[in-house]
């Protein structure tokens, strides 16, 4: 298997605009997890589905982040609109079991 | 919510040598998990464990259920072990919560 996918690797955008972050989680998973990580905080837990149903999405900073899965091989991440302070590298983990498996992560710069 | 504590925060250590990583925790926990993050920004999962002791090559993770603690180890350090070494707890039925990572440099 080729792991958890992300894409892309880096983004760079100006501030207002919309992003979009994608994830390919394992074959057979069915929890998927984004995070964002910051020099400040850490990693964070911002939501997470199961079996393509959000379940917890307490940790998704403000309206201004959404995120679908649309089906068990694909989920989204979306920011609109990005402000500079959504700098971060965001990662996408899948589960199947106990062990969380993460993406490469996409690095988010916003100018 | 579990607060989790890792020390050191920085640790810089000689090839060879002998590396302890500490966690220690609040809320009672079932499991624990230890990640290795690259400088590249890779993450790996390298043990989850309930209790005891887990051994994957030159790595050792030990727990203390009771005292709210555990240990991960590295014997005879490797400068490819540099890294950020972060250990998670549960937080309800999937949430993890992070410790904020202990940065390890190996010089040659």
């Known amino acids: 298997d080729a792991g958890v996918i992300q894409s892309p690797r880096h983004e760079v955008t100006e501030m207002g605009q919309e992003v979009t972050l994608r994830c390919k989680p394992i074959?057979?998973?069915?929890?998927l997890f984004w995070y964002r990580q910051t020099m400040m905080r850490g990693l964070e837990l911002l939501i997470y589905?199961?079996?393509?149903?959000?379940?917890?999405d307490s940790g998704m900073p403000e309206d201004r982040f959404s995120a679908k899965m649309p089906n068990a091989s694909f989920s989204t991440l979306k920011i609109q609109p990005s402000e500079p302070r959504d700098s971060a590298v965001y990662f996408c983990?899948?589960?199947?079991?106990?062990?969380?498996?993460f993406g490469p992560g996409t690095r988010l710069t916003v100018l | 919510k579990n607060e989790v504590e890792q020390s050191p925060q920085n640790l810089t250590a000689q090839e060879g040598e002998f590396i302890t990583i500490n966690c220690s925790y609040s809320?009672?926990?079932?499991?624990l998990h230890w990640l290795q993050q690259h400088p590249g920004g890779g993450i790996v999962s390298l043990f989850m464990?309930?209790?005891g002791k887990k051994k994957h090559g030159r790595l050792i993770a030990t727990i203390n259920i009771q005292e709210k603690h555990s240990s991960l180890h590295i014997t005879a350090s490797h400068p490819r072990d540099s890294a950020v070494y972060i250990c998670?707890?549960?937080?309800?039925?999937?949430?993890?919560?992070f410790g904020q990572g202990t940065r390890l440099t190996i010089n040659p």
């Open positions: 983990a899948s589960k199947m079991g106990d062990t969380q498996y």
């Open positions: 074959s057979g998973h069915d929890y």
């Open positions: 464990l309930s209790s």
């Open positions: 809320v009672g926990i079932s499991a």
């Open positions: 589905f199961n079996n393509n149903v959000p379940i917890d």
């Open positions: 998670v707890t549960p937080e309800g039925a999937q949430k993890l919560v």
